[in-house]
């Protein structure tokens, strides 16, 4: 096991997540579960072919991995059918109106960020 590797590709991250090379040639994936195990021999001779493939040691990547749920491959309804939840309207959030701290007068977020109220001239920000 400790002879068992793992093929960043380091060029790029999704999110926070590394991309590592996928099982049988099939690009990149950032799940595991679909990534290449590769021998030391075979790592050591990919990163010596393209330097930006970093190989990583099968048992330390394993142990510093974490269950996710990646938002893309779930679908709320479908998982909901048939369990009896019901779920409860979603409530709009109110965005905060800014108001201008010379003139009080409600202002855009960009005016309140340039930091200039369009109406007094003022430093809009408090």
Known sequence: MADLFF???SRSYVGNDMLFWAKDGNGYTTD???AEIYTREQAQAQHNSRPTDIPWPKQYIDA???PACDMQY???DDALADTGITLAPQQAISKERLRC???GSFISEADFWRGECPRCGADSRP
């Open 32 to 34: 595991l579960r679909k």
């Open 64 to 66: 510093r991995t974490r």
């Open 74 to 76: 779930v679908n709320r």
């Open 101 to 103: 701290s010379g003139c």
């Open 7 to 9: 093929l960043q590709d």
